[in-house]
C-alpha cells in the first residue's frame, strides 16, 4: 500500500527546479501539486481503495546553482531547500518550505508557508484544478517587494498519464503587484516498476510569462517618480513593471522510489529572454538533487 501511495505522491521532489523563476528572490510553489495531481496511472484504483488517509512528506532539494528568473545574478552558489508536507485524501495540502543560499546573508532567506486544494474532473479523472495561497516569512525586510501569492491552476493529462500539460498562474502581491502564467508539459517514462521499486524519466518544458521589474536604462521614470519633480542630484534607477517572455526551462528528471524513500537527480537548463533594456542573456543550466521520504499517518 505505501508503494501506492509514493507512486501517486512523487510530489515535492523537484520543486525547486522550477521555483527559481520568481521574482524578488523567494521561494516559489507554483507548481507544487502538479505531479500528485497528474502522475500515477493506477490513481484511480488508488483513492478507490482508500476514502480517507493522512500523508507526511519530508523531502530536501540540493541545486548547484541559483537563478532567478533563469538570470545568472553574478554570484556562484548552491541553495538547499527543505520541505515538510500534508496530504489529506479529500484534496486539501498544506506544507512549510524554506530556502538556504550559501552565499547570501543570511543564508536562510525565506520561509513559505502554503495551504491548498486540489482534485480531479470527469469519470476518467483526465482533468485536473489546484488552487493554495502562499505568505512569505523574511529573514529580512530588505526589497521584499511580495508577502503573499494565490495560484491556481488546470490540467489535461492521457489515460496512460505518458503524457501530460498544465497551465497554472500565479498572482503576487505586497508593496508591489505582479503574476505570471506558466504552460508546462511533460512525459512520463517508466524505466522499471516492480512492487518495491520504480525508476523513471519525467522530462519537462516549461514556458513562464508574466510581469517582472525590470531596469529601463533611461527615457522611462518608474511610475512612483511621476508623484514629484527627479533631483538631479539624486541617483534615479528607472525601473517598471513590464509583461513578457520571462523564461523557457527544460527539466531532465530520473526519479527512483524504494520503500518509503524517494530521490531524484535532474538537469535544468534555462533560455531566458530579454525584458527591458536587458540584452545578451545567457543560458543558464544547474544540477539538482532530492531526497524525500514519506510517513503514511
Keep these: 500500500m505505501k508503494n501506492k501511495i509514493i507512486s501517486v505522491l512523487f510530489l515535492f521532489i523537484f520543486l525547486e527546479a522550477f ?26 484504483l488508488f483513492l478507490a481503495s482508500m476514502t480517507n488517509f493522512h500523508l507526511l512528506y519530508l523531502s530536501a532539494n540540493y541545486n548547484s546553482e ?12 548552491y541553495n538547499i531547500v527543505p520541505q515538510i508536507t500534508y496530504i489529506h485524501s ?38 485536473q484544478y489546484f488552487a493554495s495561497y502562499s505568505y512569505y516569512f523574511y529573514s ?14 488546470i490540467g489535461i493529462n492521457n489515460k496512460k498519464r505518458t503524457l501530460g500539460t498544465q497551465l497554472s498562474g500565479a ?3 505586497g508593496d508591489e503587484v505582479t503574476y505570471q502564467i506558466v504552460l508546462r508539459s511533460y512525459a512520463n517514462l517508466k524505466l522499471l516498476k516492480t512492487k518495491k521499486h520504480y525508476l523513471r524519466l519525467r522530462p519537462q518544458f516549461s514556458i513562464v510569462t508574466g510581469t517582472q ?5 533611461g ?13 538631479p542630484s539624486e541617483t534615479v534607477y528607472l525601473e517598471e513593471n513590464v509583461f513578457g517572455l520571462i523564461n523557457t526551462q527544460f527539466n531532465i528528471p530520473l526519479q527512483y522510489t524504494v520503500g518509503p524513500f524517494d530521490f531524484e537527480l535532474g538537469f535544468n537548463y534555462n533560455i531566458p529572454s530579454e525584458l527591458g ?6 543560458n543558464t543550466n544547474f544540477f539538482n538533487f532530492g531526497l524525500a521520504y514519506l510517513l503514511d499517518l
Design 277 to 282: 533594456n536587458e540584452s545578451d542573456l545567457k
Design 213 to 217: 521589474i525590470v531596469d529601463l536604462g
Design 19 to 44: 521555483s527559481q523563476e520568481p521574482p524578488q528572490k523567494k521561494s516559489d510553489l507554483d507548481s507544487q501539486l502538479d505531479i500528485f495531481l497528474t502522475d500515477n496511472e493506477s490513481l484511480d
Design 219 to 231: 527615457g522611462t521614470i518608474q511610475k512612483t517618480l511621476l508623484l514629484k519633480e527627479p533631483d
Design 66 to 77: 541559483t537563478y532567478f528568473s533563469g538570470r545568472d545574478i553574478d554570484v556562484d552558489q
Design 90 to 127: 479529500k484534496g486539501f495540502y498544506a506544507s512549510l518550505s524554506g530556502i538556504y543560499y550559501a552565499e547570501f546573508e543570511p543564508n536562510w532567506d525565506v520561509t513559505t508557508a502554503t495551504a491548498g486544494y486540489g482534485k480531479s474532473l470527469g469519470k476518467k479523472k483526465l482533468w
Design 140 to 153: 529580512n525586510d530588505i526589497d521584499n517587494l511580495y508577502h503573499s501569492t494565490l495560484n491556481g491552476g
Design 171 to 173: 498572482y503576487y502581491f
